[in-house]
């Protein structure tokens, strides 16, 4: 008995961490429900406050577009990074996403070199070169159908066949399954 009751509290232990990061979210989910809701109670039965709502939200993320184009901070957007920088989980996998949208869409000064293909013994699989250091190259190598991890390989300049394809159209064929 006292055997099941120390793996019940391992196990509890184990997943502690998802079901914080779970209720964080569902916190962070009613939050947003609620104002989405108090904004489609008040424009329920009214097209002008509806159309006022939505001309305001479209000016904001265009703003906002405009504030990322020029590398520029956005008010909301750094206030909004405090906070979730203060929680520990959700701070470092908003990190990797952030950082990853920057990278595909080449504002921050972070861009990839090219696309090519690497052998990984005898396959060929596709990777976004990211650095050139001296003879050889850093070949980030996604994973399938989530980009967001894989592995960062440095290969030798002539193991790597360049593609002359666009970061974007690489990205789509890794998500697709090498479908598009």
Known sequence: MATLLRLVGKGVLALA???ILLWILKFAYDI??????IIFDTTANNLLATFVVVVVLVLILAYAGYLLEKNKDFILLKVSEFFINKIPVVASIYGVIKDIVKMFSG????????VGYVCVGEHRV???ITKEDGEYL??????TPNPT?????RVAK???????ISVADGLKKVVSLGIK
């Open 158 to 164: 002539d193991r790597v066949e360049r593609v002359d």
């Open 107 to 114: 504002s921050g000064g972070v861009e990839y070199l090219g």
């Open 17 to 19: 961490p998802i079901l």
């Open 138 to 143: 850093w070949v980030f190598v996604p994973t």
């Open 149 to 153: 991890s894989g592995f960062l390989l």
């Open 32 to 37: 947003v429900a609620y104002i989405i809701g």
């Open 126 to 128: 596709i990777g976004f």
